[in-house]
């Protein structure tokens, strides 16, 4: 770990998790616990931020969404770059995801890489009724033609540079670092 | 960047060559694997491009569809090749063969061959990834993994875990591997057969040895039982099929005397009647079937880890 100080603290971080719920809420869809959207995660970083908007979410709405947690692993279109790797962890939807909405959630939009991969992913499950794009942080960069329906924050970095979304020992979201894309930092690489 | 993934694998050529890490890392991508098994889409596009080519020049009907499955299911390409429609059984030298088979240029070529250390021989002269689908008495790679995911899926970790290994120790594959693999994760394993079925020297490889079963197989938490395998060895070894049931058979009795969870495994086909009783084949404490089901997640996995670890190497070349 090196201790450069965060661009966004916890305090930042509540501001903008409210920021997204609220986006999250203006979203066309009816506020019933019935067809409410699920909150589905990419792991690994959006799994985390799915949980706390969720939270965030049931005070506002009186009821919880139902929350799941997406690996792309096998999905991701850098294998013949990086080799082969672990998977993050299981996929785990609520239940059958054919005609339901779902927002999906991940910690940070770059490339839209990981986007292009997890709507793959996800549709290998059913055929949702819905699907829309929430993230804690846009940082720009697009390679795809991919946009996000909630963001919680914009950030502005230089291309090349990492995003680090840090979270506490009990998985609850902590801090976010900016590594430069100079630094040499042996650091584990959380934004894509 | 992030350190060389444990999965990362050139070819698959037995359980000797891996340490406890890959193996764990294997079995783990076999988990994610299986659970796309047990959806109704039960396919990635992870190997899209990539051609696997079964090359069985001994017969094995259910590995190489196993492999088949496994190719499909993650989107790559297969072609088939056995010995008995092929140009080998007019002549044709085996490195011949394989230099005709890479024209084709598969990215990964699975070979069954009944001659120890062919998958070797053919990884060390063609430029693909290669996997031991099953060599001589050598190893059957796949099959160990498949035996250890099965016994990690029911048991938990295997250290300390009592495997006891029944049956042709000296000719069979499947019990190198299983032997190689277990030792590295720590099981404690004992194997029991007739005298001229226990390969001398096989204590080296981290096992109790025994004359009779009921030593083997006392307190154990798997009793693992191998195919006599009658169309290889004849009638040689053994007296009679009846008598090897009544000295070395798995029965019920007998497999009252393991743990009342014990799993009762064969990498089939079964003799019914000879190393197993039917009551046991087919008893509550059989996973032979989920082991077939396992090999396809399994196949799967390591299939992946050869193809994006040849992918990587095409990158850096």
Known sequence: ?192 | MNAPSTLQLRHLLGLEELSAEQITALLDMAAQMKAVNQRRIKKLPTLRGVTVLTFFVENSTRTKMSFELAAKRLSADTMGFSASTSSLSKGETLLDTARNLEAMAPDIVVIRHSSSGAPRFLSERIGCGIVNAGDGAHEHPTQGLLDLYTMRDKLGDLRGRKVAIIGDIAHSRVARSNLHGLHKLGADVHVAGPATMLPPGVHALGCTVHARVEPAIDGADVVMMLRIQRERQGNDLIPHAHEYHRFFGLDAARLQLAQPHALVMHPGPMNRGVEIAPEVADGAQSVILEQVENGVAVRMAVLYAVAATRGLESQGA
Not at chain 1, 44 to 60: D, P
Not at chain 1, 94 to 108: F, H, I, M, S
Not at chain 1, 163 to 179: E, P, W, Y
Request: glycine content about 8%.
């Open chain 1, 1 to 192: 770990m090196n201790d450069r100080p965060p661009i966004l603290d916890r305090t930042d971080l509540d501001q903008v998790l409210r920021s997204l719920a609220d986006e999250v809420l203006a979203l066309p869809w009816p506020h019933d616990p019935a067809t409410f959207p699920w909150l589905v995660g990419i792991r690994s970083g959006g799994v985390a931020v799915a949980e706390e908007l969720a939270a965030m979410l049931t005070v506002a709405l009186g009821f919880a969404p139902q929350v799941g947690a997406l690996d792309i692993t096998l999905y991701r279109d850098d294998m013949w770059l990086k080799g082969p790797r672990a998977a993050e962890g299981q996929t785990a939807l609520p239940g059958d995801l054919t005609g339901r909405r779902v927002v999906l959630v991940d910690d940070v939009l770059y490339t839209g890489r990981t986007v292009r991969a997890a709507l793959n992913a996800l549709v290998d499950f059913g055929r949702p009724r819905a699907v829309a794009l929430a993230v804690l942080l846009d940082r720009g960069g697009r390679e795809l033609p991919i946009a996000a329906d909630a963001v919680g924050h914009v950030l502005a970095v230089p291309p090349g540079d990492k995003i680090q979304v840090r979270c506490d020992a009990r998985g609850r979201l902590h801090s976010v670092v900016q590594v430069p894309v100079d630094a040499g930092s042996p650091a584990k690489v959380v934004s894509p």
